[in-house]
């Protein structure tokens, strides 16, 4: 059974940095690339990032670029965003969306449960 | 990166059939055959229902389908059931980014 668990979400005043992780199970983790999507209290879904399944291409929306990175360790099954610099507009429920294949030119097809940044002062 | 076009809501009885509109552009929907649809219940994870289209992961039941034509991809619930009551969102790769639909929320009547 594919699962994917977000962690390191919580309240960060603006400016400040946090790391959200994304553990996975069930299926070959490096065969799959991943996004970050992230949807902001009553509203809709956004994409914020993808990275490829070796890590070597990543991408990321005009709205986080420059701020936010994401990596992975195939090794641990793990994937992360490093949020810097963040701002009140960052403030949503964080999803990592596992990939039906290795590269970006693919559909999401499993969700975690999501994890909650709250940026305020 | 313009979002995807979905209507607000749609309805439909117990037992009928309701489908679902996600228009987009040459760009996204029209140019891949990447699709998804989403099931959320309030302060529930969105679920993925379909995938690349028409696929369904493992557990979504055949009760849900997927189909394009064109710019525009469709989701289709038979049989329609009170636990479909919920929002539902539409996705397409579209190059180097993911574009979502605004979301439509489905009453059961």
């Known amino acids: 059974e594919v699962q994917l668990l977000e962690s390191g979400g919580g309240f960060i005043q603006p400016g400040g940095s946090l790391r959200l992780s994304c553990a996975a199970s069930g299926f070959t983790f490096r065969s799959s690339a991943i996004s970050w999507v992230r949807q902001a209290p009553g509203k809709g879904l956004e994409w914020v990032s993808t990275?490829?399944?070796?890590?070597?291409?990543?991408y990321y929306a005009d709205s986080v670029k420059g701020r936010f990175t994401i990596s992975r360790d195939n090794s641990k099954n793990t994937l992360y965003l490093q949020m810097n610099s963040l701002r009140a507009d960052d403030t949503a429920i964080y999803y990592c969306?596992?990939?039906?294949?290795?590269?970006?030119?693919?559909?999401?097809?499993?969700w975690g449960q999501g994890s909650l940044v709250t940026v305020s002062s | 990166q313009s979002a995807l076009t979905q209507p607000r809501s749609v309805s439909g009885s117990l037992g009928q059939s309701v489908t679902i509109s996600c228009t987009g552009t040459?760009?996204?929907?029209?140019?891949?055959?990447?699709v998804s649809w989403y099931q959320q219940h309030p302060g529930k994870a969105p679920k993925v229902i379909i995938y690349?289209?028409?696929k369904r992961p493992s557990g979504v039941p055949d009760r849900f389908s997927g189909s394009k034509s064109g710019k525009t991809a469709s989701l289709t619930i038979s049989g329609l059931q009170a636990e479909d009551e919920s929002d539902y969102y539409c996705s397409s790769f579209a190059g180097r980014y993911d574009v979502f639909g605004g979301g439509t929320k489905v009453t059961v009547l």
């Open positions: 969306a596992k990939r039906a294949s290795s590269g970006f030119t693919s559909s999401s097809d499993y």
């Open positions: 690349d289209v028409s």
């Open positions: 990275i490829t399944g070796s890590g070597g291409t990543t």
């Open positions: 040459s760009n996204d929907v029209g140019g891949y055959d990447y």
